[in-house]
């Protein structure tokens, strides 16, 4: 059964074994290869990902240079896409040298912006006409984003959640069953068609949109001008 949550807690294994290498390699070099082995990991393993974000999140502004410094040492020798060390920290980061520093450093490799056309949807339908819906948009490398709702056409959202990395192939598959409700492959213009109606009327009611929803305002944006979708709705 599928269980659609928010950011799922990391367990302390994904944790960095050492917040500063610079501080790792003045007391010990196997805990340099620690760090960069944690770093190899951020290519495939999405708790290890969301980890990296979680503690560079944290961590105060020097402390962030210093462990971009760190990364750029690093990285030549880790074999791995750039974008599998730099994106999870640009996804949380807000300073613009800091982020226009990681990009550089991304360059022509695998950007960490989500391909709107990869997009998938899987749709299902309650018995009370309720629509459950999992949105799979890729992020990088073989990580994606899930947005999940549940809403009726013509009154609004029941619910929205977001699972903001997971691996692809962790992400809900073609027959996957939540609150009993199995849910199938479907063409994603017409389920943006139907969560565009449901952005309106839950405008119409006068609620507030649910905020993962924004996350995904760049699948209405790929579809603007489409016959499904005259308009972005989540900017009206």
Do not use: N
Request: glycine share 4%; with cysteine; charged share 30%.
């Amino acid at each position: 059964m599928v269980e659609p949550v928010g950011p799922r807690e990391k367990p302390e294994s994904a944790s960095p074994p050492a917040t500063a290498r610079s501080a790792a390699a003045a007391s010990d070099p196997r805990l340099v290869a620690a760090w960069q082995e944690w770093l190899r990991a951020l290519a495939t393993d999405a708790d290890a990902a969301i980890a990296a974000a979680h503690v560079y999140g944290d961590l105060p502004e020097r402390a962030r240079d210093a462990w971009l410094d760190a990364l750029t040492e690093d990285s030549p020798s880790l074999a791995v896409p750039a974008v599998a060390i730099y994106a999870p920290l640009l996804a949380v980061e807000s300073d613009p040298a800091r982020r226009e520093r990681m990009e550089r450093a991304i360059g022509s490799d695998v950007g960490p912006r989500p391909d709107a056309q990869r997009a998938r949807a899987l749709r299902g339908i309650a018995r009370d006409g309720a629509r459950v819906v999992a949105l799979v948009s890729p992020l990088y490398l073989q990580f994606v984003e899930v947005l999940w709702c549940r809403y009726v056409v013509d009154e609004g959202f029941v619910w929205v959640r977001h699972d903001s990395l997971i691996a692809d192939s962790d992400s809900p598959a073609d027959g996957a069953t939540f609150e009993d409700v199995v849910l199938e492959v479907t063409p994603i213009t017409p389920v943006i068609e139907e969560l565009a109606h449901a952005v309106l009327a839950q405008r119409r009611r006068g609620r507030e949109l649910p905020s993962p929803l924004q996350l995904f305002a760049h699948l209405f944006d790929a579809r603007v001008g489409d016959d499904a979708v005259d308009d972005d709705p989540l900017r009206r």
